[in-house]
């Protein structure tokens, strides 16, 4: 018995050190081009520590000590020399390098994927959510977020009492937000992340006089850079957290792109109809037949989906763009649940309602943005 479990403990180590090298050659093949621009301007001790302390980040098993200098330094040149290995982190952060590099560089990984698509046209995702800090008080910069962990904590479960906290708890933390760029086909990029809070200095102004960065100051910012980059080529995909009017507006002044989930109860007006006549979208939308359906594979909830959709011309009901022609596409969902003895029974979801600037006249045109 003794012999063979010792067996299997080896044939698992064996497997974690094939996978581990995969890793690391896999880190290394994807990383030798940023690896080259920094050696040009930084001694190669220095970039190799920055290979060497990516790797042990990597490696660490825990989520909440992976960033921790000590972790990584007994990570890096083992527990026995880990002052060495903190002083050798120590000296490449001190250095004269900057984040500019690394999101120039994911940046041009970006343009290549938008260039290698066949029609030329990719999507942007913009995501934003927070940095949570709970144990931090004196990082510079840090601000108060909603913390999502004790939401996920305390949701109710089967067969346990009690439900989420009454208020939302706050911790000290940071506003996160990010692009990611996709093609229709193949795996999605990192092009670039921005970091935000309201108690830090923009960029400029002395620390002794902070600014208030506001969310859509830097929803903006972050559109207005990707947009004159990308132009035409980029669809940007966005959530309801950006269907503010100062976003929007921005959004149509740069030409861009866009389609975005748009709340029910936000205001619209049917294009050629007075601002009198303004509606909310879901009232705008009731009792209107579906142009066609079609049937897909929900990869979250594992079942298909019957979607019914069509669209409308709209515009916004006030604002310096409100003459500017958009488009509603209403997607209404059905997803099969299984019914002992007899057939699936089709139980409705929330309808999916998306802004778009792109023109809908057909259904393939309503198919793509919705597939988008």
Known sequence: MEHHTVSRVARLDRHDDRAGREVQAAWRSYARPLLSRF???????????????????????????????????????????????????????????????????????????????????????????????????????????????VRRLARPRVGFNGGPPARPVVVPGWHWLAATVMGWRGPALLACCRWWSPSAPAAGELLLEPARHQQSTSQIQLLQDLARRWGPRALFVLD??????????AAVAERARFVVRWPKRYRLVRLGQPATDAATAWRLTAGQRAWGTCGRWDVRRRCWLQTSFFALPVRLPDGPFADHPLWLVVSRRRRARPRAGGAPRWVGDEPWRLLTTEPVQTVEDAQHLIHA
């Open 39 to 149: 050696s040009q301007q930084l001694d190669l001790r220095l970039v190799r520590t920055l290979r060497e302390g990516v790797e042990a980040v990597i490696r660490v098993r825990l989520r909440s000590q992976a960033l921790w200098l000590t972790e990584l330094g007994s990570v890096l040149l083992g527990a026995a020399h880990a002052p060495a290995g903190v002083k050798r982190l120590t000296r490449l952060l001190a250095a004269a390098w900057s984040a500019d590099a690394i999101e120039q560089w994911l940046l041009e990984q970006a343009d290549a994927l938008l260039a290698a698509q066949p029609d030329g046209e990719g999507l942007v995702s913009l995501d934003q959510s927070v940095i949570e800090k709970p144990e931090s008080a004196r990082a510079e910069g840090l601000c108060r977020v909603r913390s999502g962990r």
């Open 240 to 249: 309801r957290g950006f269907a503010g009017r100062p976003f929007l507006h």
